[in-house]
């Protein structure tokens, strides 16, 4: 499991160094147990948060609005991690497509 630690010392280029490495790990994220990568995904979240709150980031609203897009983009990682099946309905037939 990996997590970030931040603080008002981290450099933007120790932050650069640290989100690079953290796009590799959510790309190495395994669906098929969605219940670790919910927790590591969830992980991920906290650190953006800490992110802007350590970096005072309400200053720079462009990357205040990305942290917030990457926020909500995670959630929906999480929530998609977690879809067992799709029900859907199609000109009245009905279907269960069991992921």
């Known amino acids: 499991m990996w997590?970030?630690?931040f603080n008002l010392n981290t450099s933007?280029?120790?932050l650069l160094c640290?989100?690079?490495q953290l796009s590799g790990e959510v790309e190495k994220l395994d669906y098929a147990?969605?219940?670790a990568a919910g927790r590591k995904i969830t992980s991920l979240i906290q650190a953006l948060q800490d992110?802007?709150?350590?970096?005072?980031i309400e200053t720079n609203l462009q990357v205040k609005q990305f942290l917030a897009d990457t926020r909500g983009y995670l959630t929906k990682m999480i929530r998609t991690a977690n879809v067992r099946h799709i029900d859907c309905?199609?000109?009245?037939?009905?279907l269960r497509v069991v992921l």
């Open 3 to 5: 997590i970030l630690h």
């Open 12 to 14: 933007p280029e120790l």
């Open 18 to 20: 640290r989100f690079t």
């Open 33 to 35: 147990n969605a219940t």
């Open 51 to 56: 992110v802007e709150e350590f970096h005072q």
């Open 89 to 94: 309905a199609i000109d009245g037939l009905r």
